[in-house]
């Protein structure tokens, strides 16, 4: 499944795990640092990140003034370790950070302390050499997900990763921003490999697999293109043509020719381009834009839980789950009051599968936190655990997300299970759920899970273009490869012939376990 779009750099070094006696939370209108570097890091984190945030609405001519964000649309960047840290918590050795959106609970991690050959910290404001470093990683990463954000389309792979591609280099100034500079970690493919513009424009793959050359050259090249497209003076209108056509259904070689014309000069164009200096250009903020940052210190019982909080946040392998398990348990006896605590271990127990000790703590939770949505939440979740075998407990879940839902009307997950409850029990799928999962939708359109139930539901209505054009980001998902998604493309193309029948059981709700590897939780 596609709960985590990473990106690798090389391998790096182990460095001593940074010395903190406190947390700090930094919050933005859009983002909350949750970093053990010391509270002036926390603000310049928070910062460079509401300054990306603000740089991308400029660019997409999206209004600035969108003001301060509900807590469960908000990023949450965990700042802690090492890069081998966070490679761990990854389970990927070299991964130097990652972002995992999630409805209602979007997440990050980045390390707060770098290797020596990476140059220029994650809130700093320039970054340089030719070794991917963390901050350019999350900047990558965070255009990916506004995009997905504030303009989900199909967009083709080379333009999805030039995108990311573009924003991850940007140099931030006190008054404004500099974009367009070089990725320098992808010299070795700009200098060494050749490229031709229809294999870029349309990646052949075989079966829906995509080998490792191929991704690099999507990388390296995919900015390439995004930047000539974007910045030459000739080609202005072009790309967005380009995209357009592709999300009304046009074959993409197709799209291309009509957009950019002749292939050939294109090439040519692109040749020149790629031997010369790129093009770049200079954005001064609006006065006025500066980002509000509150910092504050975590409570000793919050700091304590953070090192379980965000292996669990992270994703827990079954096999050291229970061990987790434990040192919540040793946590829970030494801060029994704590709120925070008690939710890190419910979350704790839950992956152990600990399902008794889990509810008991989320009772405890209600009572410490009476306007918690989450101990309701993992009551739902252990009540469809449990509905595998016992399918009256469906409706106990939908109980426990209707109180969730009365505490915020707005958590997405919620609205998105409330829906899904429905079709789990082979119900009459009611105007009010059918409400509450379009809102999610218009909450987290990132989220692959609601996009899929939410094309399952047009489906069920006859609404099948609308569906079809739905599932355009499912199938063309950075890094999405591999038989399951290429059996959806098939689908989709037989829906477009008017055969939905396939597509719709395919994209059914169901309680079954999903296909991930058996070991992650």
Do not use: C
């Given at each position: 499944?596609?709960?985590?779009?990473?990106?690798?750099?090389?391998?790096m070094?182990?460095?001593?795990?940074?010395?903190?006696?406190?947390?700090?939370?930094?919050?933005?209108?859009?983002?909350?640092?949750?970093?053990?570097?010391?509270?002036?890091?926390?603000?310049?984190?928070?910062?460079?990140?509401?300054?990306?945030?603000?740089?991308?609405?400029?660019?997409?001519?999206?209004?600035?003034?969108?003001?301060?964000?509900a807590?469960?649309?908000?990023?949450?960047?965990?700042?802690?370790?090492?890069?081998?840290?966070?490679?761990?918590?990854?389970?990927?050795?070299?991964?130097?950070?990652?972002?995992?959106?999630?409805?209602?609970?979007?997440?990050?991690?980045?390390?707060?302390?770098?290797?020596?050959?990476?140059?220029?910290?994650?809130?700093?404001?320039?970054?340089?050499?030719?070794?991917?470093?963390?901050?350019?990683?999350?900047?990558?990463?965070?255009?990916?997900?506004?995009?997905?954000?504030?303009?989900?389309?199909?967009?083709?792979?080379?333009?999805?990763?030039?995108?990311?591609?573009?924003?991850?280099?940007?140099?931030?100034?006190?008054d404004?921003?500099?974009?367009?500079?070089?990725?320098?970690?992808?010299n070795?493919v700009?200098?060494?490999?050749?490229?031709?513009?229809?294999?870029?424009?349309d990646?052949?793959?075989?079966?829906?697999?995509?080998?490792?050359?191929?991704?690099?050259?999507?990388?390296?090249?995919?900015?390439?293109?995004?930047?000539?497209?974007?910045?030459?003076?000739?080609?202005?209108?072009?790309?967005?043509?380009?995209?357009?056509?592709?999300?009304?259904?046009?074959?993409?070689?197709?799209?291309?020719?009509?957009?950019?014309?002749?292939?050939?000069?294109?090439?040519?164009?692109?040749?020149?381009?790629?031997?010369?200096?790129?093009?770049?250009?200079?954005?001064?903020?609006?006065?006025?834009?500066?980002?509000?940052?509150?910092?504050?210190?975590?409570?000793?019982?919050?700091?304590?839980?953070?090192?379980?909080?965000?292996?669990?946040?992270?994703?827990?392998?079954?096999?050291?789950?229970?061990?987790?398990?434990?040192?919540?348990?040793?946590?829970?006896?030494?801060?029994?009051?704590?709120?925070?605590?008690?939710?890190?271990?419910?979350?704790?127990?839950?992956?152990?599968?600990?399902?008794?000790?889990?509810?008991?703590?989320?009772?405890?939770?209600?009572?410490?936190?009476?306007?918690?949505?989450?101990?309701?939440?993992?009551?739902?979740?252990?009540?469809?655990?449990?509905?595998?075998?016992?399918?009256?407990k469906?409706?106990?879940?939908?109980?426990?997300?209707?109180?969730?839902?009365?505490?915020?009307?707005?958590?997405?997950?919620?609205?998105?299970?409330?829906?899904?409850?429905?079709?789990?029990a082979?119900?009459?799928?009611?105007?009010?759920a059918?409400?509450?999962?379009?809102?999610?939708?218009?909450?987290?359109?990132?989220?692959?899970?609601?996009?899929?139930?939410?094309?399952?539901?047009?489906?069920?209505?006859?609404?099948?273009?609308?569906?079809?054009?739905?599932?355009?980001?499912?199938?063309?998902?950075?890094?999405?490869?591999?038989?399951?998604?290429e059996?959806?493309?098939?689908?989709?193309?037989?829906?477009?012939d008017?055969?939905?029948?396939?597509?719709?059981?395919?994209?059914?709700?169901?309680?079954?376990?999903?296909?991930?590897?058996?070991?992650?939780?």
């Amino acid at each position: 499944m596609f709960k985590k779009f990473m990106m690798l750099s090389a391998a790096m070094a182990a460095t001593p795990a940074v010395a903190a006696d406190n947390w700090w939370i930094a919050e933005t209108d859009h983002f909350r640092v949750v970093s053990e570097a010391g509270e002036q890091e926390a603000s310049e984190v928070a910062g460079s990140l509401e300054r990306l945030d603000q740089a991308l609405r400029l660019f997409r001519g999206l209004p600035l003034d969108a003001g301060e964000v509900a807590d469960s649309k908000k990023v949450t960047i965990y700042h802690t370790g090492t890069t081998s840290d966070i490679g761990e918590l990854a389970y990927s050795p070299g991964v130097a950070g990652f972002f995992s959106p999630r409805a209602g609970n979007s997440v990050a991690f980045a390390p707060a302390e770098e290797d020596r050959r990476s140059r220029g910290r994650l809130g700093a404001r320039v970054s340089s050499g030719e070794e991917l470093n963390p901050g350019q990683v999350l900047f990558h990463e965070y255009a990916h997900y506004f995009s997905r954000q504030h303009a989900p389309a199909a967009y083709p792979f080379w333009y999805s990763e030039g995108f990311a591609e573009l924003f991850a280099t940007i140099r931030f100034r006190d008054d404004g921003f500099n974009l367009g500079e070089p990725p320098r970690y992808r010299n070795f493919v700009l200098r060494d490999l050749s490229f031709d513009v229809e294999d870029v424009l349309d990646l052949d793959t075989e079966d829906g697999r995509v080998n490792y050359a191929d991704v690099m050259r999507q990388y390296a090249y995919g900015w390439m293109f995004t930047s000539y497209l974007t910045f030459e003076p000739s080609r202005q209108g072009q790309l967005a043509k380009y995209l357009q056509l592709v999300n009304d259904g046009t074959e993409n070689l197709e799209a291309a020719r009509q957009a950019f014309g002749d292939l050939d000069e294109l090439q040519k164009d692109l040749e020149k381009y790629h031997r010369g200096r790129a093009r770049a250009i200079a954005v001064d903020f609006p006065k006025g834009t500066e980002p509000d940052i509150q910092v504050t210190a975590l409570d000793e019982a919050a700091a304590a839980a953070m090192p379980i909080h965000i292996r669990s946040t992270a994703g827990i392998r079954k096999r050291n789950a229970e061990g987790l398990a434990e040192d919540a348990r040793a946590l829970v006896s030494q801060y029994p009051n704590s709120a925070v605590v008690l939710d890190t271990a419910m979350e704790a127990e839950f992956d152990a599968e600990n399902y008794g000790q889990a509810t008991a703590l989320a009772n405890r939770l209600m009572a410490a936190d009476p306007q918690s949505v989450r101990p309701y939440l993992y009551l739902a979740k252990i009540a469809l655990e449990e509905a595998k075998t016992d399918p009256a407990k469906v409706f106990e879940a939908r109980e426990h997300l209707v109180s969730a839902n009365k505490i915020n009307p707005e958590r997405p997950d919620v609205l998105h299970t409330y829906f899904d409850t429905f079709v789990y029990a082979n119900e009459q799928i009611p105007e009010t759920a059918r409400i509450g999962l379009e809102q999610a939708f218009r909450i987290a359109p990132f989220d692959t899970g609601i996009r899929r139930s939410l094309a399952y539901l047009l489906l069920l209505e006859e609404r099948d273009r609308e569906a079809i054009i739905l599932l355009g980001p499912v199938v063309n998902l950075p890094h999405a490869s591999g038989e399951e998604i290429e059996n959806i493309r098939n689908l989709v193309d037989k829906a477009r012939d008017g055969n939905t029948q396939p597509l719709i059981d395919e994209l059914r709700p169901n309680l079954a376990d999903d296909d991930e590897d058996e070991e992650d939780s």
